[in-house]
């Protein structure tokens, strides 16, 4: 099962300050309020196998997904990013991750890109070798997931539902960003939390841009 990002963070607050939600009459629906800040342009294919050759090719192909760029809007690598996406930038105790939980998930995606071929890997076994950790890690916060590109450049962890033309939303006094999926002029409906490096810690979230959804 994947983990949540919820219970594993430490002190995410992607929403600002508390909100209590309104349950109008009759009930059914969930009026919050918050921030849309941005939709997702594509999605990879969803991250549900577990063999060596198939962590590294889907690893890849997310890669390739989220396109040639090579700094984020952050002015970061985008190697880099794209590496602490994938651990949703915590370490196996589930606490923020460090200098060296960031070395050490860099170190094995460089790791799977100097293998040629994901064939190599049944022959080969420094892949896991290499850091174990690193590798259970991938697979528990990956699992049932993917990879999201969004239009403003922004990359992260989406639940595998998640389609092009969903919505990212900050709800305020909420602690990770939700997918959401627009019915109408005035309705939406909840999809799951995700992780967006930029907008997860609440660098995104913009009050005078705060609206009202009816969540159905």
């Excluded at 629906?29 to 991250?47: A, C, H, K, Q, W």
Aim: with cysteine; net charge negative.
């Amino acid at each position: 099962m994947p983990v949540g990002y919820a219970e594993q963070h430490p002190s995410w607050t992607a929403g600002p300050s508390t909100h209590m939600p309104q349950l109008p009459e009759p009930l059914g629906t969930l009026i919050v309020s918050g921030y849309i800040t941005d939709d997702i342009l594509r999605v990879g294919e969803p991250f549900t196998l577990e063999s060596m050759s198939d962590i590294i090719a889907r690893i890849m192909a997310w890669r390739a997904l989220t396109g040639s760029q090579t700094q984020y809007s952050s002015s970061e690598a985008f190697d880099e990013v794209f590496c602490h996406t994938l651990i949703i930038d915590t370490n196996d105790d589930g606490q923020k991750s460090t200098v060296e939980d960031r070395a050490r998930t860099e170190a094995l995606i460089q790791h799977m890109k100097d293998i040629e071929s994901p064939e190599l890997t049944r022959t080969s076994l420094p892949l896991y070798l290499h850091d174990k950790t690193a590798i259970d890690m991938l697979n528990r916060v990956c699992f049932g997931r993917t990879i999201a590109l969004t239009r403003k450049g922004y990359i992260g962890l989406a639940p595998m539902v998640a389609k092009s033309g969903d919505l990212i939303c900050l709800l305020k006094g909420g602690p990770v960003p939700l997918v959401l999926r627009r019915l109408n002029d005035l309705q939406w409906t909840l999809g799951r939390h995700c992780y967006v490096d930029g907008i997860t810690s609440g660098e995104a979230f913009q009050e005078s841009q705060r609206v009202e959804m009816d969540l159905v």
